[in-house]
């Protein structure tokens, strides 16, 4: 992500202190570095089961469409915060339910139990480009806060902020956790989330 937003990262304040951006490690060096990253965790995912490795290129495949020239799914709006919420909060949960030697996990449960993460996360997604707006308003990025502004923004992230409260009580009601389950989740939801 860094690697094919640096020249828009090197004009916006709060980025552009992040490696790429600031030119502490090159564009070449970030390409290798991710290259290994991706050849180590590929590495882990062969160890722990080679059926999760689908699964793994998906995810990858994922944030990769979303930073890289084309299609850019962070330049589309209201897609923007759909990515951000699936690709941060049920993919990892999904592969983590692929593991063999599990009990077999429907997808709509894994929906249900991940809904409080992926809302979280949408929102989450907003308001961090409502920081950018005018970095990413420069740079031609067409986010959903850019497309449809900083109120409508606040608006729609403090609606997924409700939604992803109230679902989680719903996941409380319909069994799918238990109490403290709950108050675990809550406490470690900023967490979950990058840094904004």
Excluded at 33 to 42: G, K, R
Excluded at 77 to 85: A, K, R, Y
Excluded at 185 to 196: D, G, R, T, V, Y
């Amino acid at each position: 992500n860094q690697y094919f937003d640096r020249q828009a990262d090197e004009k916006n304040k709060g980025k552009s202190n992040l490696p790429i951006a600031s030119r502490q490690v090159s564009p070449r060096n970030a390409l290798v570095f991710s290259f290994l990253l991706i050849v180590s965790c590929f590495t882990l995912v062969l160890m722990a089961d080679i059926y999760l490795s689908t699964s793994f290129f998906l995810y990858l495949a994922l944030w990769t469409l979303y930073s890289a020239p084309y299609p850019r799914l962070k330049a589309i709006p209201i897609i923007d915060f759909l990515t951000s919420g699936i690709g941060a909060g049920f993919l990892p949960f999904f592969i983590g339910s692929s593991v063999p030697h599990q009990p077999n996990i429907s997808i709509s449960i894994i929906i249900l139990t991940t809904m409080p993460l992926i809302l979280f996360h949408c929102g989450a997604h907003i308001i961090q480009t409502i920081g950018d707006y005018e970095a990413d308003q420069e740079a031609g990025i067409n986010t959903f806060v850019v497309k449809y502004g900083k109120r409508k923004g606040v608006t729609i992230s403090g609606l997924m902020f409700l939604s992803a409260f109230l679902s989680a009580f719903t996941c409380l009601f319909a069994g799918l956790v238990s109490p403290v389950q709950l108050i675990f989740l809550i406490l470690l939801l900023p967490f979950f989330i990058q840094p904004l």
